[in-house]
């Protein structure tokens, strides 16, 4: 059974005013295509064909534009608008009909990743999962602690004194039960509902686990102006020097298999595309250039 995937887009996007005043943040810019496209191709890489974009009322027309329904890429795109800024948790039960009693994938629509995803994500179908990064900074994230199994020993929101260096991304799985748990949650002190405190009845339970990013994937949360450059420069150094493209959806779509090769062409030729057309019909060809290169290639759920 193919997973579900909410992509979140929404939120006020407050560290990054005055920029957002008009502009959804995950439509602005990172290097050269729009923040969603990172998180969107990482989905892709897994293999999900039907996704939820949860936004804000005033953007939801944009994503239209941008996005449309997905079947240029093999894929089912769906909106839902979050009309308050009420918590990334209670984004499941925003998402409850779409979710239908299945397990489900979560992405931030602030998240970039680069390189494999861990062999065992998403997991078995009971319990939750997250994806962890080891960072310099743990206090700046949620942080998240286990034991060499995976097993989750503790789960912390942005602590004076982390029990460890590992940071929750913005990548999670959840089984059938997130629905109801998530709607028996109550607002934390900035009236939100955290997604920490959905992982601690995950953890209650006894059934949250942990998958660490491989060595050499890289993460970037880019909600704020430095992570917002540094992702750019990341992303603008690594496609310079290694002749390929992060966050490319297409190229995403079609290593995991969503799109065949005469789809691939059909978007190459596409004239607003100039850009990407020779990159697209060169990964056609064998090369360097053909191997995964956002989240885990042709991996399928």
């Not at 939820?52 to 093999?74: C, E, K, M, N, S």
């Not at 039960?93 to 861990?118: C, Q, S, T, Y």
């Not at 039960?177 to 601690?200: K, M, Q, Y």
Request: hydrophobic share 40%; net charge positive; aromatic share 6%.
């Amino acid at each position: 059974m193919t997973a579900r995937a909410l992509l979140l887009a929404g939120g006020t996007g407050t560290r990054l005013f005055p920029l957002t005043r008009t502009v959804s943040k995950h439509l602005l810019p990172v290097h050269d295509k729009p923040m969603i496209y990172y998180p969107l191709s990482t989905l892709l890489s897994l293999g999900v064909r039907d996704i939820l974009i949860v936004t804000a009322p005033p953007h939801i027309a944009a994503y239209r534009r941008l996005l449309g329904d997905g079947r240029q890429w093999g894929v089912s795109l769906t909106y839902a608008v979050q009309a308050h800024p009420d918590g990334i948790a209670r984004t499941l039960v925003l998402g409850e009909r779409f979710i239908a009693d299945r397990p489900v994938l979560m992405a931030l629509g602030d998240n970039v990743f680069h390189g494999p995803l861990p062999a065992d994500f998403p997991g078995p179908g009971a319990g939750a999962r997250l994806v962890s990064a080891r960072v310099s900074d743990p206090r700046r994230y949620g942080v998240v602690e286990s034991d060499r199994t995976g097993r989750v020993l503790s789960v912390q929101e942005k602590p004076d004194r982390p029990r460890s260096p590992h940071a929750v991304t913005g990548l999670y799985h959840f089984d059938a039960n997130a629905v109801a748990i998530a709607r028996d949650l109550r607002p934390a002190t900035r009236g939100e509902v955290e997604i920490t405190s959905l992982h601690r009845r995950y953890l209650d339970r006894g059934t949250l686990t942990v998958s660490p990013l491989p060595a050499g994937t890289a993460w970037i949360d880019a909600g704020t102006f430095d992570d917002l450059e540094r992702a750019a420069r990341y992303v603008a150094a690594v496609q310079r020097r290694c002749g390929i493209r992060v966050g490319c959806v297409e190229e995403a779509a079609w290593q995991a298999g969503l799109i065949d090769d005469d789809q691939l062409v059909r978007l190459a030729a596409e004239p607003r595309a100039r850009r990407y057309r020779d990159y697209l019909l060169a990964i056609l060809s064998p090369g360097p250039v053909t191997r995964p290169v956002t989240g885990s290639g042709r991996q399928r759920l």
